[in-house]
Protein backbone atom coordinates (compact mmCIF):
# COMPACT_ATOMS: atom_id res chain seq x y z
CA UNK A 1 0.00 0.00 0.00
CA UNK A 2 1.31 3.18 -0.81
CA UNK A 3 1.91 6.42 0.92
CA UNK A 4 -0.99 8.27 -0.53
CA UNK A 5 -3.24 5.01 0.09
CA UNK A 6 -2.59 5.26 3.54
CA UNK A 7 -3.46 8.76 4.34
CA UNK A 8 -6.67 8.73 2.12
CA UNK A 9 -7.72 5.32 4.09
CA UNK A 10 -6.65 7.17 7.81
CA UNK A 11 -8.72 10.34 6.47
CA UNK A 12 -11.73 7.78 5.87
CA UNK A 13 -11.24 6.31 8.81
CA UNK A 14 -10.74 9.80 11.18
CA UNK A 15 -14.77 10.61 9.30
CA UNK A 16 -15.90 7.47 9.83
CA UNK A 17 -15.20 7.95 13.60
CA UNK A 18 -16.49 11.68 13.65
CA UNK A 19 -18.52 12.76 17.05
CA UNK A 20 -21.60 14.81 15.76
CA UNK A 21 -24.26 16.51 17.30
CA UNK A 22 -28.11 16.67 15.90
CA UNK A 23 -30.41 19.88 15.50
CA UNK A 24 -33.90 19.39 14.63
CA UNK A 25 -36.76 22.13 14.60
CA UNK A 26 -40.58 22.71 14.08
CA UNK A 27 -42.17 25.80 14.51
CA UNK A 28 -45.93 24.93 15.86
CA UNK A 29 -46.78 22.54 17.83
CA UNK A 30 -49.30 21.04 15.67
CA UNK A 31 -46.16 20.51 13.34
CA UNK A 32 -44.73 18.50 16.79
CA UNK A 33 -48.00 16.48 16.97
CA UNK A 34 -47.77 15.05 13.69
CA UNK A 35 -44.20 13.77 14.70
CA UNK A 36 -42.19 16.41 11.98
CA UNK A 37 -39.53 16.05 14.57
CA UNK A 38 -39.51 12.48 14.44
CA UNK A 39 -39.24 12.70 10.63
CA UNK A 40 -36.41 14.71 10.24
CA UNK A 41 -34.26 12.87 13.34
CA UNK A 42 -35.13 9.40 11.04
CA UNK A 43 -33.51 11.15 8.12
CA UNK A 44 -30.75 12.69 10.11
CA UNK A 45 -29.72 8.99 11.90
CA UNK A 46 -29.66 7.42 8.46
CA UNK A 47 -27.43 9.66 7.25
CA UNK A 48 -25.47 9.48 10.34
CA UNK A 49 -25.16 5.48 9.60
CA UNK A 50 -24.42 5.76 6.25
CA UNK A 51 -21.25 7.51 7.07
CA UNK A 52 -20.31 5.94 10.41
CA UNK A 53 -20.18 9.09 12.79
CA UNK A 54 -21.55 8.72 16.67
CA UNK A 55 -24.33 10.89 17.86
CA UNK A 56 -23.09 12.35 20.89
CA UNK A 57 -25.63 15.19 21.53
CA UNK A 58 -29.34 16.02 19.98
CA UNK A 59 -30.86 19.66 20.32
CA UNK A 60 -34.27 20.15 19.54
CA UNK A 61 -36.40 23.49 19.51
CA UNK A 62 -40.45 22.17 19.53
CA UNK A 63 -42.45 24.92 18.36
CA UNK A 64 -39.88 27.99 17.88
CA UNK A 65 -40.15 29.96 14.66
CA UNK A 66 -37.13 30.11 12.22
CA UNK A 67 -37.55 34.12 11.79
CA UNK A 68 -35.70 34.55 15.28
CA UNK A 69 -32.36 33.16 16.77
CA UNK A 70 -32.91 33.27 20.40
CA UNK A 71 -34.08 29.75 20.78
CA UNK A 72 -33.23 27.62 24.00
CA UNK A 73 -32.05 24.41 22.11
CA UNK A 74 -30.03 26.66 19.10
CA UNK A 75 -28.51 28.08 21.97
CA UNK A 76 -27.22 25.20 23.94
CA UNK A 77 -25.68 24.14 20.40
CA UNK A 78 -23.85 27.83 20.51
CA UNK A 79 -22.17 27.19 23.42
CA UNK A 80 -20.95 23.88 23.24
CA UNK A 81 -19.47 24.70 19.93
CA UNK A 82 -16.94 25.85 21.93
CA UNK A 83 -16.02 22.62 23.86
CA UNK A 84 -14.35 19.37 22.35
CA UNK A 85 -17.67 17.55 22.91
CA UNK A 86 -18.47 17.17 19.12
CA UNK A 87 -16.59 17.71 15.48
CA UNK A 88 -20.01 18.45 13.84
CA UNK A 89 -23.59 19.32 13.77
CA UNK A 90 -26.11 17.41 11.51
CA UNK A 91 -29.31 19.29 10.33
CA UNK A 92 -31.81 17.99 8.44
CA UNK A 93 -32.16 21.51 5.84
CA UNK A 94 -30.54 24.96 5.89
CA UNK A 95 -34.15 26.23 6.72
CA UNK A 96 -34.18 23.80 10.15
CA UNK A 97 -31.11 26.13 11.41
CA UNK A 98 -32.96 29.42 10.65
CA UNK A 99 -35.61 30.95 8.11
CA UNK A 100 -33.32 34.37 7.43
CA UNK A 101 -30.60 33.25 4.61
CA UNK A 102 -28.19 35.98 7.03
CA UNK A 103 -28.86 33.77 9.65
CA UNK A 104 -27.76 30.50 8.38
CA UNK A 105 -24.56 32.33 7.46
CA UNK A 106 -23.83 33.70 10.83
CA UNK A 107 -24.89 30.35 12.10
CA UNK A 108 -22.37 28.51 9.84
CA UNK A 109 -19.82 30.87 9.76
CA UNK A 110 -19.82 30.94 13.78
CA UNK A 111 -19.62 27.20 14.39
CA UNK A 112 -16.67 27.18 11.73
CA UNK A 113 -14.90 29.45 13.50
CA UNK A 114 -14.62 26.46 16.22
CA UNK A 115 -13.28 24.06 13.75
CA UNK A 116 -16.27 22.08 13.32
CA UNK A 117 -18.83 21.56 10.56
CA UNK A 118 -22.00 21.16 10.04
CA UNK A 119 -23.77 18.87 7.51
CA UNK A 120 -26.97 18.36 5.74
CA UNK A 121 -29.49 15.47 4.99
CA UNK A 122 -30.75 17.59 1.80
CA UNK A 123 -27.26 18.95 0.50
CA UNK A 124 -23.58 17.54 0.20
CA UNK A 125 -21.50 19.29 2.88
CA UNK A 126 -20.36 22.62 1.88
CA UNK A 127 -16.34 22.39 0.74
CA UNK A 128 -16.17 25.08 -1.98
CA UNK A 129 -17.25 28.35 -3.69
CA UNK A 130 -19.94 26.42 -5.77
CA UNK A 131 -21.42 25.04 -2.54
CA UNK A 132 -21.72 28.11 -0.86
CA UNK A 133 -23.92 29.42 -3.92
CA UNK A 134 -26.34 26.06 -3.10
CA UNK A 135 -26.38 27.13 0.73
CA UNK A 136 -27.02 30.56 0.10
CA UNK A 137 -29.98 29.31 -3.03
CA UNK A 138 -31.34 27.34 -0.66
CA UNK A 139 -31.31 29.47 2.17
CA UNK A 140 -33.40 32.04 0.19
CA UNK A 141 -35.87 29.92 -1.03
CA UNK A 142 -36.51 28.52 2.69
CA UNK A 143 -36.86 32.71 3.92
CA UNK A 144 -38.76 33.12 0.34
CA UNK A 145 -41.26 29.91 0.87
CA UNK A 146 -41.94 31.19 4.73
CA UNK A 147 -42.82 34.38 2.70
CA UNK A 148 -45.38 32.61 0.70
CA UNK A 149 -46.97 30.74 3.49
CA UNK A 150 -47.82 33.33 5.59
CA UNK A 151 -49.21 35.73 2.97
CA UNK A 152 -51.28 32.29 1.84
CA UNK A 153 -52.48 32.00 4.99
CA UNK A 154 -53.12 35.91 5.13
CA UNK A 155 -55.14 36.44 1.99
CA UNK A 156 -57.21 32.99 3.00
CA UNK A 157 -58.40 34.28 5.75
CA UNK A 158 -59.11 37.62 4.27
CA UNK A 159 -61.31 36.00 1.40
CA UNK A 160 -62.67 34.01 4.41
CA UNK A 161 -63.89 37.08 6.32
CA UNK A 162 -64.79 39.14 3.47
CA UNK A 163 -67.57 36.53 2.33
CA UNK A 164 -69.05 36.47 5.57
CA UNK A 165 -67.45 33.38 7.61
CA UNK A 166 -65.96 33.29 11.21
CA UNK A 167 -61.53 32.90 11.02
CA UNK A 168 -61.17 32.28 14.20
CA UNK A 169 -61.70 29.13 16.02
CA UNK A 170 -61.96 30.48 19.70
CA UNK A 171 -65.08 31.61 20.47
CA UNK A 172 -66.43 34.03 23.17
CA UNK A 173 -67.77 33.01 26.05
CA UNK A 174 -71.51 32.62 25.20
CA UNK A 175 -70.83 30.69 21.87
CA UNK A 176 -69.32 27.39 20.61
CA UNK A 177 -67.28 26.86 17.25
CA UNK A 178 -68.68 24.49 15.07
CA UNK A 179 -65.53 23.99 12.72
CA UNK A 180 -65.54 23.80 9.17
CA UNK A 181 -67.35 20.25 7.84
CA UNK A 182 -69.33 19.19 4.50
CA UNK A 183 -72.50 20.73 5.78
CA UNK A 184 -70.53 24.54 5.29
CA UNK A 185 -67.72 26.72 6.97
CA UNK A 186 -66.74 27.52 10.14
CA UNK A 187 -69.01 29.82 12.12
CA UNK A 188 -70.48 30.44 16.02
CA UNK A 189 -72.96 29.00 17.56
CA UNK A 190 -74.76 29.86 20.72
CA UNK A 191 -74.21 28.11 23.95
CA UNK A 192 -77.72 28.22 25.82
CA UNK A 193 -76.18 28.06 29.43
CA UNK A 194 -73.62 30.47 28.49
CA UNK A 195 -75.66 32.42 26.77
CA UNK A 196 -78.02 33.35 29.66
CA UNK A 197 -74.99 34.25 31.70
CA UNK A 198 -73.59 36.59 29.38
CA UNK A 199 -77.02 38.49 29.42
CA UNK A 200 -77.29 38.17 33.14
CA UNK A 201 -73.74 40.50 32.92
CA UNK A 202 -74.79 43.05 30.80
CA UNK A 203 -78.35 43.35 33.19
CA UNK A 204 -76.49 43.46 36.30
CA UNK A 205 -74.09 46.56 34.85
CA UNK A 206 -76.98 48.24 33.00
CA UNK A 207 -79.49 48.31 35.21
CA UNK A 208 -77.81 47.56 38.48
CA UNK A 209 -74.75 49.77 38.17
CA UNK A 210 -72.15 47.19 38.72
CA UNK A 211 -69.12 47.74 38.65
CA UNK A 212 -66.48 44.77 37.19
CA UNK A 213 -64.78 44.22 40.15
CA UNK A 214 -68.67 43.86 41.60
CA UNK A 215 -69.65 41.76 38.57
CA UNK A 216 -66.59 39.43 39.68
CA UNK A 217 -67.80 38.91 43.15
CA UNK A 218 -71.15 38.56 42.48
CA UNK A 219 -69.90 35.90 40.17
CA UNK A 220 -68.17 34.41 42.50
CA UNK A 221 -70.43 34.36 45.02
CA UNK A 222 -72.88 32.85 42.86
CA UNK A 223 -70.37 29.81 42.58
CA UNK A 224 -69.96 30.13 38.46
CA UNK A 225 -66.77 29.53 36.68
CA UNK A 226 -65.41 30.75 33.82
CA UNK A 227 -64.87 28.25 31.10
CA UNK A 228 -60.68 28.60 30.92
CA UNK A 229 -59.18 29.32 34.72
CA UNK A 230 -56.47 27.48 36.69
CA UNK A 231 -57.80 29.71 39.59
CA UNK A 232 -61.39 28.85 38.64
CA UNK A 233 -62.01 32.51 39.20
CA UNK A 234 -63.11 35.34 36.70
CA UNK A 235 -60.35 37.90 35.73
CA UNK A 236 -61.80 41.75 35.54
CA UNK A 237 -60.13 42.00 32.13
CA UNK A 238 -62.05 38.96 31.29
CA UNK A 239 -65.48 40.84 31.90
CA UNK A 240 -64.33 43.94 30.59
CA UNK A 241 -63.57 42.53 26.97
CA UNK A 242 -67.25 40.88 27.36
CA UNK A 243 -68.88 44.03 28.33
CA UNK A 244 -66.61 45.66 24.76
CA UNK A 245 -67.39 42.58 22.87
CA UNK A 246 -69.73 43.70 19.98
CA UNK A 247 -69.78 39.99 19.15
CA UNK A 248 -73.12 39.72 21.40
CA UNK A 249 -75.14 41.89 19.41
CA UNK A 250 -74.49 40.32 16.05
CA UNK A 251 -71.07 41.74 15.00
CA UNK A 252 -68.32 40.16 14.91
CA UNK A 253 -65.00 41.78 13.39
CA UNK A 254 -61.41 39.95 11.84
CA UNK A 255 -59.02 42.92 11.46
CA UNK A 256 -59.51 44.19 14.51
CA UNK A 257 -56.21 44.26 16.40
CA UNK A 258 -52.38 43.95 14.74
CA UNK A 259 -49.64 42.15 17.11
CA UNK A 260 -46.87 44.47 18.28
CA UNK A 261 -43.63 43.91 19.80
CA UNK A 262 -44.84 45.27 23.40
CA UNK A 263 -42.65 48.43 24.32
CA UNK A 264 -42.44 47.71 28.32
CA UNK A 265 -42.84 43.47 28.60
CA UNK A 266 -44.63 42.31 31.48
CA UNK A 267 -42.13 39.58 31.63
CA UNK A 268 -38.54 39.64 30.96
CA UNK A 269 -38.10 36.29 29.12
CA UNK A 270 -34.96 35.07 27.71
CA UNK A 271 -36.89 33.05 25.53
CA UNK A 272 -39.80 33.87 23.54
CA UNK A 273 -41.55 31.64 21.41
CA UNK A 274 -43.74 35.03 19.83
CA UNK A 275 -41.78 38.33 19.98
CA UNK A 276 -45.23 40.46 19.01
CA UNK A 277 -47.45 39.69 22.25
CA UNK A 278 -49.02 42.62 22.56
CA UNK A 279 -52.19 44.09 20.42
CA UNK A 280 -52.86 47.04 19.04
CA UNK A 281 -56.27 48.54 18.48
CA UNK A 282 -56.43 48.85 14.18
CA UNK A 283 -58.79 52.11 12.56
CA UNK A 284 -61.97 50.83 12.88
CA UNK A 285 -62.28 51.23 8.69
CA UNK A 286 -60.03 48.06 8.17
CA UNK A 287 -62.38 45.98 10.40
CA UNK A 288 -64.32 43.02 8.80
CA UNK A 289 -67.41 42.81 9.94
CA UNK A 290 -68.31 38.89 10.33
CA UNK A 291 -72.69 38.07 11.11
CA UNK A 292 -73.27 36.07 14.19
CA UNK A 293 -76.04 35.14 16.42
CA UNK A 294 -76.92 37.84 18.45
CA UNK A 295 -77.16 37.13 22.35
CA UNK A 296 -78.54 40.49 23.64
CA UNK A 297 -79.99 43.70 22.18
CA UNK A 298 -78.36 46.40 20.95
CA UNK A 299 -80.06 49.41 23.35
CA UNK A 300 -78.87 47.05 26.39
CA UNK A 301 -75.08 46.62 24.77
CA UNK A 302 -74.96 50.72 24.41
CA UNK A 303 -76.44 51.17 27.76
CA UNK A 304 -73.67 49.03 29.08
CA UNK A 305 -70.99 50.88 27.11
CA UNK A 306 -72.28 54.37 28.58
CA UNK A 307 -72.32 52.86 32.01
CA UNK A 308 -68.96 51.52 32.22
CA UNK A 309 -67.41 55.20 31.15
CA UNK A 310 -69.83 56.62 33.76
CA UNK A 311 -68.14 53.79 36.06
CA UNK A 312 -64.39 54.92 35.22
CA UNK A 313 -65.43 58.87 35.81
CA UNK A 314 -66.72 58.23 39.31
CA UNK A 315 -64.08 55.17 40.48
CA UNK A 316 -62.28 56.39 43.42
CA UNK A 317 -58.96 54.84 42.38
CA UNK A 318 -56.44 56.43 44.63
CA UNK A 319 -57.87 59.28 45.71
CA UNK A 320 -56.22 60.58 49.10
CA UNK A 321 -59.44 63.02 49.90
CA UNK A 322 -63.12 63.21 50.03
CA UNK A 323 -64.71 64.59 46.87
CA UNK A 324 -68.16 65.10 46.43
CA UNK A 325 -68.38 65.70 42.86
CA UNK A 326 -65.22 63.79 41.64
CA UNK A 327 -66.07 62.14 38.16
CA UNK A 328 -69.23 64.77 37.43
CA UNK A 329 -67.79 68.42 37.64
CA UNK A 330 -66.30 69.71 34.43
CA UNK A 331 -64.86 73.40 33.36
CA UNK A 332 -66.66 76.16 30.91
CA UNK A 333 -63.77 74.95 28.23
CA UNK A 334 -65.31 70.98 28.39
CA UNK A 335 -62.60 69.26 29.97
CA UNK A 336 -63.11 67.58 32.91
CA UNK A 337 -61.59 69.06 36.39
CA UNK A 338 -60.06 66.92 38.92
CA UNK A 339 -59.73 67.07 42.69
CA UNK A 340 -56.44 68.43 43.55
CA UNK A 341 -55.04 67.83 47.70
CA UNK A 342 -53.87 70.36 50.11
CA UNK A 343 -51.42 72.98 49.30
CA UNK A 344 -50.10 75.98 51.50
CA UNK A 345 -53.26 77.27 52.05
CA UNK A 346 -54.53 73.97 53.26
CA UNK A 347 -57.66 73.89 50.83
CA UNK A 348 -59.03 71.38 48.46
CA UNK A 349 -60.13 72.80 44.56
CA UNK A 350 -61.16 71.19 41.43
CA UNK A 351 -59.04 72.01 38.84
CA UNK A 352 -58.87 71.89 34.66
CA UNK A 353 -57.34 69.10 33.35
CA UNK A 354 -56.67 71.54 30.77
CA UNK A 355 -52.76 72.12 31.39
CA UNK A 356 -52.50 68.23 32.17
CA UNK A 357 -53.31 67.66 28.39
CA UNK A 358 -51.33 70.41 27.25
CA UNK A 359 -48.05 69.95 28.84
CA UNK A 360 -45.32 70.92 27.93
CA UNK A 361 -47.24 73.60 26.14
CA UNK A 362 -48.97 76.54 28.07
CA UNK A 363 -52.63 75.91 29.22
CA UNK A 364 -55.22 77.30 26.78
CA UNK A 365 -57.88 77.24 29.46
CA UNK A 366 -57.52 80.32 31.94
CA UNK A 367 -59.95 78.86 34.27
CA UNK A 368 -58.98 79.04 37.73
CA UNK A 369 -59.57 76.43 40.46
CA UNK A 370 -63.03 75.59 42.61
CA UNK A 371 -63.14 75.35 46.45
CA UNK A 372 -64.08 72.04 46.71
CA UNK A 373 -65.31 72.12 49.87
CA UNK A 374 -67.53 74.83 48.81
CA UNK A 375 -69.10 73.17 45.42
CA UNK A 376 -69.52 70.35 47.47
CA UNK A 377 -71.80 72.12 50.06
CA UNK A 378 -73.41 74.30 47.22
CA UNK A 379 -74.79 71.14 44.72
CA UNK A 380 -75.55 68.73 48.13
CA UNK A 381 -77.45 71.99 49.44
CA UNK A 382 -79.70 72.55 46.31
CA UNK A 383 -80.16 68.48 45.83
CA UNK A 384 -81.85 68.25 49.26
CA UNK A 385 -83.50 71.38 48.91
CA UNK A 386 -84.89 70.38 45.32
CA UNK A 387 -85.99 66.85 47.70
CA UNK A 388 -87.67 68.34 49.88
CA UNK A 389 -89.72 71.06 48.19
CA UNK A 390 -92.90 69.41 46.96
CA UNK A 391 -93.97 72.18 45.11
CA UNK A 392 -90.86 72.67 43.23
CA UNK A 393 -90.88 68.84 42.28
CA UNK A 394 -94.49 69.45 41.08
CA UNK A 395 -93.57 72.56 38.66
CA UNK A 396 -90.50 70.96 37.59
CA UNK A 397 -92.74 67.57 36.78
CA UNK A 398 -95.57 69.94 34.55
CA UNK A 399 -92.56 71.49 32.90
CA UNK A 400 -91.42 68.04 31.83
CA UNK A 401 -94.93 66.61 30.33
CA UNK A 402 -94.56 69.19 28.45
CA UNK A 403 -91.63 68.69 26.72
CA UNK A 404 -92.56 64.87 26.75
CA UNK A 405 -95.47 65.38 24.44
CA UNK A 406 -93.50 67.21 22.38
CA UNK A 407 -90.49 64.54 22.08
CA UNK A 408 -93.57 62.53 21.17
CA UNK A 409 -93.70 63.60 17.96
CA UNK A 410 -90.17 63.98 17.07
CA UNK A 411 -89.08 60.71 17.82
CA UNK A 412 -91.00 58.73 14.57
CA UNK A 413 -90.52 61.59 12.38
CA UNK A 414 -86.45 60.79 13.63
CA UNK A 415 -87.04 56.74 13.23
CA UNK A 416 -89.07 57.13 9.71
CA UNK A 417 -85.65 59.23 8.17
CA UNK A 418 -82.97 56.27 9.49
CA UNK A 419 -85.36 54.00 8.17
CA UNK A 420 -85.46 55.44 4.48
CA UNK A 421 -81.87 55.99 5.19
CA UNK A 422 -81.24 51.89 5.53
CA UNK A 423 -83.67 51.01 2.68
CA UNK A 424 -81.55 53.46 0.58
CA UNK A 425 -77.89 51.30 1.84
CA UNK A 426 -79.52 48.22 1.06
CA UNK A 427 -80.90 49.50 -2.50
CA UNK A 428 -77.16 50.21 -3.40
CA UNK A 429 -76.08 46.53 -2.10
CA UNK A 430 -78.33 45.19 -4.54
CA UNK A 431 -77.18 47.12 -7.30
CA UNK A 432 -73.48 46.12 -6.58
CA UNK A 433 -74.66 42.68 -6.44
CA UNK A 434 -76.34 42.98 -10.05
CA UNK A 435 -73.17 44.85 -11.31
CA UNK A 436 -70.71 41.87 -10.11
CA UNK A 437 -73.12 39.01 -11.81
CA UNK A 438 -72.85 41.27 -14.81
CA UNK A 439 -69.30 41.30 -14.75
CA UNK A 440 -69.22 45.20 -14.89
CA UNK A 441 -66.97 45.45 -11.67
CA UNK A 442 -64.43 43.27 -10.57
CA UNK A 443 -64.54 41.09 -7.14
CA UNK A 444 -62.33 43.31 -5.24
CA UNK A 445 -64.53 46.44 -5.99
CA UNK A 446 -67.79 44.29 -4.89
CA UNK A 447 -65.91 43.19 -1.89
CA UNK A 448 -64.81 47.07 -0.96
CA UNK A 449 -68.22 48.55 -1.55
CA UNK A 450 -69.87 45.98 -0.10
CA UNK A 451 -68.43 47.02 2.96
CA UNK A 452 -68.55 50.32 3.17
CA UNK A 453 -72.04 50.15 3.09
CA UNK A 454 -72.27 47.41 5.95
CA UNK A 455 -70.85 49.70 8.05
CA UNK A 456 -73.28 52.55 7.10
CA UNK A 457 -75.64 50.18 7.76
CA UNK A 458 -74.74 49.25 10.89
CA UNK A 459 -74.10 52.70 12.50
CA UNK A 460 -77.61 53.52 11.18
CA UNK A 461 -78.93 50.34 12.96
CA UNK A 462 -77.19 51.41 16.14
CA UNK A 463 -78.37 54.26 16.18
CA UNK A 464 -82.25 53.06 15.39
CA UNK A 465 -82.18 50.35 18.28
CA UNK A 466 -81.51 53.42 20.57
CA UNK A 467 -84.73 54.96 19.71
CA UNK A 468 -87.64 53.89 21.87
CA UNK A 469 -90.75 52.42 19.72
CA UNK A 470 -93.31 54.26 22.09
CA UNK A 471 -92.68 56.98 24.75
CA UNK A 472 -94.58 56.22 28.02
CA UNK A 473 -94.31 57.72 30.95
CA UNK A 474 -96.74 57.74 34.28
CA UNK A 475 -97.01 60.97 36.11
CA UNK A 476 -96.77 60.46 39.72
CA UNK A 477 -99.62 61.67 42.60
CA UNK A 478 -99.09 64.39 44.63
CA UNK A 479 -99.82 62.10 47.50
CA UNK A 480 -97.03 59.97 46.33
CA UNK A 481 -94.79 63.49 46.01
CA UNK A 482 -96.01 64.46 49.44
CA UNK A 483 -94.71 60.90 51.03
CA UNK A 484 -91.42 60.78 48.86
CA UNK A 485 -91.02 64.20 50.30
CA UNK A 486 -91.74 63.52 53.74
CA UNK A 487 -89.14 60.48 54.14
CA UNK A 488 -86.22 62.90 52.34
CA UNK A 489 -87.12 65.24 55.20
CA UNK A 490 -86.64 62.78 57.91
CA UNK A 491 -83.35 60.94 56.31
CA UNK A 492 -81.31 63.87 54.38
CA UNK A 493 -79.96 65.48 57.44
CA UNK A 494 -78.23 62.53 58.63
CA UNK A 495 -76.10 60.99 55.79
CA UNK A 496 -72.28 59.91 55.63
CA UNK A 497 -69.69 61.09 52.73
CA UNK A 498 -70.41 57.68 50.97
CA UNK A 499 -73.99 57.84 51.13
CA UNK A 500 -74.05 61.30 49.76
CA UNK A 501 -71.65 60.38 46.78
CA UNK A 502 -74.05 57.59 45.88
CA UNK A 503 -76.98 59.59 46.00
CA UNK A 504 -75.36 62.18 43.49
CA UNK A 505 -73.81 59.85 41.66
CA UNK A 506 -77.48 58.28 40.85
CA UNK A 507 -78.63 61.86 40.42
CA UNK A 508 -76.46 64.25 38.52
CA UNK A 509 -75.04 63.78 35.13
CA UNK A 510 -73.10 66.75 35.17
CA UNK A 511 -72.14 69.44 37.20
CA UNK A 512 -70.30 72.59 34.53
CA UNK A 513 -68.65 75.73 36.02
CA UNK A 514 -66.53 78.17 36.92
CA UNK A 515 -65.49 80.38 40.65
CA UNK A 516 -68.58 82.65 40.13
CA UNK A 517 -71.19 79.95 38.96
CA UNK A 518 -72.38 75.99 38.69
CA UNK A 519 -74.94 74.59 36.85
CA UNK A 520 -75.86 71.14 37.71
CA UNK A 521 -78.05 68.85 35.30
CA UNK A 522 -79.48 65.36 35.93
CA UNK A 523 -82.70 63.60 36.78
CA UNK A 524 -84.36 62.27 39.90
CA UNK A 525 -85.78 58.95 40.60
CA UNK A 526 -88.65 59.77 43.13
CA UNK A 527 -88.66 56.22 44.55
CA UNK A 528 -90.57 52.98 43.80
CA UNK A 529 -93.77 53.85 45.69
CA UNK A 530 -94.74 55.80 42.59
CA UNK A 531 -97.20 54.10 40.18
CA UNK A 532 -94.95 54.36 37.30
CA UNK A 533 -90.56 54.82 37.21
CA UNK A 534 -89.94 57.77 35.42
CA UNK A 535 -87.05 56.68 33.33
CA UNK A 536 -87.96 59.23 31.04
CA UNK A 537 -86.85 62.75 32.18
CA UNK A 538 -83.97 65.27 32.76
CA UNK A 539 -85.28 67.36 35.62
CA UNK A 540 -82.81 70.06 37.15
CA UNK A 541 -82.53 71.66 40.49
CA UNK A 542 -83.83 75.83 40.97
CA UNK A 543 -81.54 78.54 41.98
CA UNK A 544 -79.80 78.48 45.66
CA UNK A 545 -77.38 80.91 45.49
CA UNK A 546 -74.73 83.17 43.05
CA UNK A 547 -73.01 80.41 42.92
CA UNK A 548 -75.44 77.33 41.70
CA UNK A 549 -77.77 78.58 38.70
CA UNK A 550 -79.48 75.93 36.94
CA UNK A 551 -80.53 75.04 33.03
CA UNK A 552 -84.34 74.65 32.12
CA UNK A 553 -85.57 71.07 31.11
CA UNK A 554 -83.56 69.25 28.49
CA UNK A 555 -85.11 67.35 26.13
CA UNK A 556 -83.04 64.59 26.59
CA UNK A 557 -84.64 61.00 27.88
CA UNK A 558 -82.85 59.07 29.27
CA UNK A 559 -83.23 55.53 28.46
Same mark, same amino acid.
Given at each position: ??????????????????????????????????????????A??????????????????????????????????????????????????P?????????????????????????Y?????????????????????????R?K?V??????????????????S?????????????H??????I???EA?L?????????????????????????D? #?????? &???? @????????? /??? =? !?????????????????????????????????????????????????????????R?????????????????????????????? #?????? &???? @????????? /??? =? !??????????????????????????D??????L?????????????????????????????????????????????????????????????V??????????A????????????????????????????????????????????K?????????V???????????????????????????????????????
Amino acid at each position: MTTVNRLLLYKHNRRTYMKVATYARVSTGRQELEETIKSQMMAIEDKIAKEGHTIVQKYFDDGWTGMILARPGLDQLRLDANSDNWDGVVVYDPDRLARKNSYIQLLVDEIASHRKSVLYVTMGEVKNDEDRLMLNVKGSFGEYERAKIVERFRLGKLRKARDGHVVTSSAPYGYTYICRNDHGEGHYEIEPQEARLVKKIFEWVANEGLTIRKVVKRLQELDI #KPRKSK &RGVW @NSSTITNML /RNE =S !YIGHAHYLKSEGIIPKNPIKDLKYKRVLKTSRRTRDRSEWINIEVPAIIEEQLFWKVRRQLETNYAVCKRNRKNDYLLAGKIYCECGR #KRNGEG &RQEN @NHLYYRCTD /RVY =S !YPNPPTCRGGGINAVVADALVWRGIADFMSDSDLIKRQLNRYFQKFEQNKLVVPVASDQIKKEIATLSKKEKKYLELYVDDRISKDVLDKSMQELVEKKHVLERELASIPEELTAVRPSDQDIESFVQRTKETIGNLNFQTKRGILLKLIDKVVGDQNSLTVTGSLPLGEQFSGYLDHRNVVYGSISRNCRFTKCGQEYTL
